[in-house]
């Protein structure tokens, strides 16, 4: 009997039951790219749930999931937080110390758990005046911080497991399942609250416009997890049986499609942007003929990027958040052929 999902939590089971792919989540590690599977992934995610119960995090309460670049621990942490009632508060890298603060005090945040130093540091500056905050957990080792692996090893005893499935089965589409706060732009950042349902509808209606056989394909994901887009498509690739590659930085995109040879990844403009600029930057560095030939005509630079970048690794379809600032995306297309589709949030542009 397939299972019904109406909660983010069901998709990875969902997953197990239908694909139960031996790499669902894959992060580059010491140089080597490094597989979660759907049944790996599924047994940390409720160790993490009962070692959670276990320090005390009730329904309701607050963790907060600040990661620099997306990773497979990130993915872990928000299925166990979701499957206990617990709410998953992601939270921007690059914000301020003092939006810090604010987001921890308004979100009443318990628990947190991030990447790195850099993120420890601003975390431990402001922990003294958020009087909610309990511990603070990394990912990386990291000297003086308790590691996530604490909580995995309290949650490797399963005596509370019929604690957790209990509380699972409680959970309603309408609970509140996440609060995104807004980057800060023009103001306090301001707390989004969204439900099961609001997610999990968006998941199901994106599914027909996925234009790949399903659990057979892979995506490299970049764009940060923080953001709803991205997570969104997460939960989408639970439910579609693809394998996910975790880019190591922008600066590694084009290495790692070259890696993995996905056949789908997400991007906003500014993401081609970049990896554009800094191509023109590497030609500018040239001198004499090499120079000239190099920008010999901005079209063909255009059009050697789109093909090394796309079609050489195979990038067959190409998803884009909004539709703005998408000429450069439009003229690849259009000169090279170099995808077959490009797949908008608010609709798709065949070609």
């Known amino acids: 009997m397939s299972i019904e999902i109406t909660r983010l939590f069901d998709f990875a089971y969902f997953q ?24 790996e992934f599924i047994e940390k995610g409720n160790a993490i749930s009962r070692g959670l119960l276990k320090l005390g995090v009730k329904p309701g309460d607050k963790i907060g ?13 928000d299925f166990g937080i979701s499957q206990i009632g617990a709410i998953n508060i992601p939270i921007y890298p690059t914000i ?37 905050l309990k511990d603070i957990y990394s990912f990386d080792e990291i000297e003086n911080c308790k590691n996530w692996q604490e909580v995995l090893d309290l949650g490797s005893d399963k005596s509370n497991q019929k604690e957790v499935d209990t509380i699972k089965n409680t959970i309603k589409s309408s609970d509140l399942a996440t609060i995104i706060y807004t980057s800060g732009t023009t103001g306090r950042p301001k707390g989004v609250m969204l439900s099961h349902h609001n997610i999990v509808s968006n998941v199901i209606d994106c599914m027909p416009r996925l234009p790949l ?37 922008i600066d590694k995109i084009g290495e790692n499609l070259k890696e993995i040879k996905p056949q789908f990844m997400t991007v906003v403009p500014r993401l081609l ?4 600029d800094g191509i ?41 958040a909004g539709d703005t600032r ?26």
């Open 273 to 276: 942007e970049k990896v554009f």
């Open 16 to 39: 197990q039951e239908k694909y139960n792919l031996e790499k669902l989540y894959t992060d580059k590690i010491k140089g080597e790219w490094v597989s979660t599977s759907t049944k």
């Open 213 to 249: 056989k399903l659990g057979d394909f892979k995506a490299l994901s970049f764009l940060p997890v923080c953001h709803i887009f991205e997570r969104m498509l997460h939960y989408l690739y639970q439910y579609s049986g693809c394998e996910v590659y975790f880019a190591e930085g």
């Open 65 to 77: 999931l600040i990661s620099s670049t997306n990773r497979t621990e990130w993915n872990i942490l």
């Open 280 to 320: 023109i930057a590497k030609g500018s560095e040239l001198t004499g003929i090499k120079k000239m030939l190099f920008f010999f005509d901005h079209i063909f630079v255009q059009n050697e990027y789109s093909k090394s970048i796309l079609l050489e690794n195979k990038v067959s379809h190409v998803s884009v």
């Open 96 to 132: 301020s110390k003092e939006d810090y603060e604010y987001i921890f005090n308004h979100a009443e945040i318990t628990h947190c758990f991030l990447s790195d130093q850099e993120l420890l540091e601003k975390a431990v500056a402001i922990q003294k005046n958020v009087s909610t």
């Open 326 to 351: 998408v000429d450069r995306v439009l003229e690849i297309q259009k000169n090279k052929r170099s995808f077959d589709e490009i797949i908008f949030f608010k609709g798709t542009l065949k070609f």
